[in-house]
């Protein structure tokens, strides 16, 4: 079974200038999750959908940033435009279902530098 | 904001020890708690989960859980030098379902 995909996986853009990630998570999960990841830090949840609604978007910085899962399975979250702070790891995962022992798996992440 | 708080370490053990991971949360209403292994540039892949109180066994992994004293840990025996990276404690929200992971801890394991 394949698991939960990302690109790309590194990305450098100068400040100001727009970044789109892709994610394609495990078949069947219908519960996607973007986090962001600072250095020595763990992640933090920036959105989460069940299929196509955006459940949980509290933590997004909705001024640039900007998330859609369109026909409840790939998801895309874009910056634009980005700054100096948003460099850092952005996870997707994917979860069968939320429950009490519901279990996220992870992409393997985009790092973005912004310079 | 409901936080998760971790020794960040490094904790570092010998071959063949016990590690102790700890990790407390402030959120009295959450139901259950996952610990989370990250290799340096990797993704973060779970170990095991637990939501009852008292101990969970999987392999060398023991997770225990006091909801009382709002404290769980991860104990790693005959720890192994693979088993050096970050452990991430992850605790999800009595309402909401989000998951809120503390910092980490880094394990050393020295041969």
């Known amino acids: 079974e394949a698991g939960v995909v990302q690109s790309p996986r590194y990305k450098i853009i100068e400040k100001k200038q727009p970044v789109a990630f892709w994610c394609n998570p495990i078949s069947g999960h219908n519960t996607l999750y973007w986090y962001l990841q600072n250095l020595g830090q763990g992640p933090e949840l920036l959105i989460r959908y069940e299929n196509e609604e955006a459940v949980d978007d509290s933590q997004l910085p909705k001024d640039r940033f900007s998330a859609e899962r369109l026909k409840g399975v790939d998801s895309t979250l874009k910056i634009q435009p980005a700054e100096l702070g948003d460099s850092a790891v952005y996870l997707c995962?994917?979860?069968?279902?939320?429950?009490?022992?519901?279990?996220?798996?992870f992409g393997p992440g985009t790092r973005l530098l912004v310079l | 904001q409901k936080e998760v708080e971790q020794n960040s370490g490094p904790l570092s053990v010998p071959e063949g020890a016990i590690a102790s991971l700890n990790c407390t949360y402030s959120?009295?209403?959450?139901?259950?708690f996952f610990w989370y292994r990250q290799y340096s540039g990797k993704s973060p892949e779970l170990i095991m989960f637990i939501y009852s109180n008292g101990d969970k066994e999987d392999g060398r992994f023991t997770a225990q859980l006091n909801k009382a004293s709002q404290y769980v840990s991860l104990l790693i025996r005959d720890s192994q030098p693979s088993d050096s990276a970050t452990y991430l404690c992850a605790v999800k929200e009595e309402y909401g379902n989000k998951l809120v992971f503390g910092a980490g801890t880094i394990l050393r394991v020295k041969s």
């Open positions: 959120d009295r209403g959450s139901q259950s």
């Open positions: 995962a994917s979860s069968l279902k939320a429950g009490l022992g519901e279990t996220q798996y």
